[in-house]
């Protein structure tokens, strides 16, 4: 997933449509639900394990659904929530899997 490397240099450019704003944190124009910074912390409070980025995906969409969150997120939005997730070095790809990384780990190779 190579749009997850280089990721921090896209972030400052990441903006809504409708808004014109900043989606990274919540915003007037942006719902909590939907904002980058949000979907991501849902996306790490899944990864207990490694998992493909698909498993990742489908959890996500169960676990928002079941948890009240009913706000659209489409797919594209879903990654760029695993670029910012990457950019703050919280998340890594290794061997197709989404692994969390330890604070204290340094960066995986590829």
């Known amino acids: ?16 449509t409708r808004s014109g704003g900043a989606v990274i944190a919540p915003t007037k124009g942006i719902a909590p639900q939907r904002s980058l910074l949000v979907i991501g912390a849902q996306i790490l409070r899944l990864l207990e394990q490694p998992m493909t980025i698909s498993q990742t995906w489908t959890r996500l969409r169960e676990w928002r659904a079941s ?3 009913h706000a659209p997120v489409p797919f594209w939005w879903f990654v760029l ?4 997730l990457y950019a703050l070095g919280v998340v890594e790809l290794q061997r197709e899997l989404l692994t969390r990384r330890r604070p204290d780990a340094a960066p995986a190779e590829s």
Do not use: K
Request: glycine letters at 8%; a negative charge.
């Open 81 to 84: 929530s695993l670029d910012v």
């Open 1 to 16: 997933m190579r749009h997850l490397r280089g990721a921090a240099d896209e972030l400052a450019d990441v903006r809504d």
């Open 67 to 69: 948890n009240g969150h």
